[in-house]
């Protein structure tokens, strides 16, 4: 079965600085990836996604890119906010299996004011 | 539109017993999956139901059940709990077709002792 693994497992950036996490999956058929914030006491909730047929995608200060034949995937926040401390996890799923995703093990980020 | 609901919040259990838990998905949402996350496994897929059928099932004892309504609700039970089936048990909403946007509930917080 897909395989994902996640790096680093905990980030610590000054506010401002650029933040990348870094995800790896095995599974040459799955084709899409997103990537979801967890806040304390809540549910992880979607902040940005991409498809095997996009290699980057931007939302304001967030950024995915995508790197298929490498099997890699990586989220970028730029201008870091104390806001954003959170855990972050990436997943990767098939369109044929829809509501299977696999998750990494998360990144608990955070931003030092 | 209204969220992903789980009820309840907050469960405390013994060892033997047996729980069920409910989710309500995203009004127009066919796809429900629910997802097991502890500490040390992080977020680890139990099932997905569609349109009322199991769709794909992760690789969880037959102590996990679940099933869903015509009205895409859902539960999920477990029989039989045991101490490491304490966990964050989130459910997840789709549309359940080729468009794989999950989004997640709050989660209900199982604790058996």
């Known amino acids: 079965g897909e395989n994902v693994e996640q790096h680093p497992s905990t980030l610590s950036v000054q506010e401002g600085d650029s933040a990348v996490i870094k995800c790896t999956y095995s599974?040459?058929?799955?084709?899409?990836f997103p990537w979801y914030k967890q806040e304390l006491g809540k549910g992880p909730q979607l902040i940005i996604d991409i498809r095997s047929n996009v290699g980057e995608k931007k939302d304001q200060r967030i950024a995915v890119t995508l790197n298929k034949t490498a099997k890699h995937f990586s989220l970028h926040i730029t201008e870091t906010q104390p806001e954003d401390s959170a855990v972050y996890f990436c997943a990767a799923s098939k369109n044929t299996n829809a509501g299977k995703s696999t998750f990494g093990d998360g990144t608990t980020l955070t931003v030092k004011p | 539109k209204a969220g992903v609901t789980q009820t309840p919040r907050y469960l405390i259990k013994t060892r033997g017993q047996q729980v069920t838990l409910s989710c309500s998905p995203i009004s127009g949402h066919r796809s429900v999956s629910w997802y097991q996350q502890t500490p040390g496994q992080g977020l680890q897929f139990l099932f997905e139901?569609?349109?009322?059928?199991?769709?794909n099932k992760g690789n969880f004892p037959g102590r996990f059940s679940g099933r869903q309504f015509s009205n895409s609700r859902s539960e999920m039970n477990v029989s039989t709990l045991e101490l490491g089936d304490s966990a964050l048990y989130l459910c997840a909403s789709s549309a359940g077709n080729s468009y794989n946007e999950q989004f997640f509930g709050p989660g209900t917080r199982l604790t058996v002792l």
């Open positions: 139901y569609f349109s009322e059928t199991q769709r």
């Open positions: 599974d040459s058929a799955s084709n899409y």
